[in-house]
Structures are given as C-alpha cells and as structure tokens.
C-alpha cells in the first residue's frame, strides 16, 4: 500500500504602503516590487501595512484608499475597488477581490496601482518601492476556475409504442448527480413548432446506468407534466429541483394528433 503525505499552506498576503501627513514620500527602507497571484473563482484576500516614510504603521481612520488594476497590454482599468477597513486605527486595511470582480478577465499580468484620498478630497497615489513605483504586478490564474458545463441538447424523436399508445422520448440526458453537483436546480428549454397540442413529461432517475427506455419503466419517476397547445411557434423554460443521475422528456401527443413528434423542436438541459 502506497501513502503519500502533502502539506497545504494558508497565509496572508501583505504589501506595504507609503503614507505620510506631508504628502507622499518615498520610504527609507528596502522594498522591492511585489508579485501577487489571485485565483478567478475564488474570493482573495490582500492585506495593506500602511506606513510612513520611519516604518510606522498609520491611523487613515478617514482616508479612502482605492485599488485600481489595470491591462497590462491596452493599459484599460478593469478593476476599481475601495480598500475595506481591517485595523485603521493601525493602518491595516485590505482588498476583498470576490468572485464577480475578476471573473471576466483574462489570466495573465496585470498591474495594480493605489491611490489615497484624504479630507480635501484630492486623489493621491500611494508608492510601494524605493523607485517611486506605484503598486505591484497581479497574477490572475485560473487554477480553480471551474468552466461551466456545455448545455445538453436533446430530441423527443425516439419513437415508443406501449399498450397501443405512442410516445416519443428524447435520450437520457445527464442529471445532477451523474456530474456531482450539490445544486439539484435544472433549467430547461423547449422549442415547440405550429400547432403542437399534446403533453410534455420530464421524468428523471436514479439508476447508475441509463434505464430503459420503456414510459412504464419503474426506473422512471415524473418531475413534471405539462398540458401544450401552441398555434404558433414557440419557445419557453421551466425549471424543476430534484436529485438525480439522469433526466428525460416524454412527448405524449394529443388523440388524434399526427406528426407531433416533429413539432418539438430542441430541448436544451442544464444543471
């Protein structure tokens, strides 16, 4: 038997800044540019020292400190986020970088820069280096980003004929357990053609393997039936909760009714 041993590792990322009462000055102590990583799909935290130009850490009790980032490349700002309070009494604050704020952009390099604004209102940049250098790079890395899940597509063209009845029955399609979601919500979308009339069922199951494709199957359970009738073309989504590994959609047509297998068009799924 093989076992393997890892450490994990939780720490704050701190980077000091330059403050002063006389205006922004240059700090007299070794400071080199920071290099800091941030994880689009997660909420990262980056702690802020500032300090005067004697290495003490400042009350900015009143201060706005904003962050900008900025495209390395077309040097467009992407991100502006006020700094939250942490300790200001003791010059600590930081940046909460959620989920939302850097879900859209590119992994890369960025460049991230501050400025503070005191009483007069007057917007001033904070240094971070000895070189009058404002701010630090930004990794924005996808390392836990989860891409979203291709829409499933699906046709109720599969042709079932069982005590004299006819049905028509798309493919098993994946549920929410089969891909290990938690969330059981599933969202799905019907496009109906002219003159439709007939009954849609969405049933699901929780077999490990696809059930068979019989409507009477016990294997099968109804989620929801919906009593159609559309003059014209039509498109809507309906959403249902439930746990399960696979999803189906059965098509019963109305008496009397030909060719309603065709006039349901695609059925999109996603969970």
Not at 40 to 62: A, P
Request: net charge negative; glycine share 4%.
């Amino acid at each position: 038997m093989s076992m393997q041993s890892n450490r994990l590792y939780q720490y704050r990322t701190e980077i000091d800044l330059v403050y002063t009462a006389y205006g922004v000055e240059v700090d007299n102590r070794n400071m080199n540019p920071k290099h800091v990583v941030a994880h689009r799909g997660l909420t990262n935290t980056i702690y802020f020292n500032i300090r005067d130009r004697d290495r003490k850490l400042q009350t900015i009790t009143t201060d706005q400190i904003r962050c900008y980032i900025v495209d390395a490349t077309t040097r467009r700002r992407v991100v502006s986020k006020l700094l939250t309070p942490d300790q200001l009494e003791r010059g600590i604050a930081k940046l909460v970088l959620l989920e939302g704020d850097i879900i859209n952009l590119v992994p890369g390099l960025y460049h991230c820069y501050f400025t503070i604004t005191r009483d007069d209102s007057h917007e001033e940049p904070l240094y971070s280096n000895q070189s009058n250098g404002l701010g630090f790079t930004l990794e924005i890395t996808d390392q836990a980003y989860s891409y979203p899940t291709p829409t499933q597509e699906a046709n109720a063209n599969i042709l079932i004929s069982e005590n004299s009845v006819d049905y028509y029955s798309t493919s098993s399609m994946f549920g929410n357990l089969d891909r290990n979601f938690t969330n059981c919500q599933h969202t799905m979308s019907f496009n109906l053609r002219d003159g439709y009339t007939g009954t849609l069922v969405i049933q699901a199951s929780n077999t490990p393997y696809a059930p068979a494709p019989s409507p009477l199957s016990n294997d099968w359970y109804e989620v929801k039936k919906m009593e159609v009738y559309v003059e014209e073309a039509y498109n809507f989504a309906t959403t249902f909760n439930t746990a399960c590994n696979w999803v189906r959609v059965l098509n019963i047509p109305a008496d009397g009714e030909a060719n309603t297998a065709s006039q349901v068009g695609l059925i999109q799924l996603r969970n």
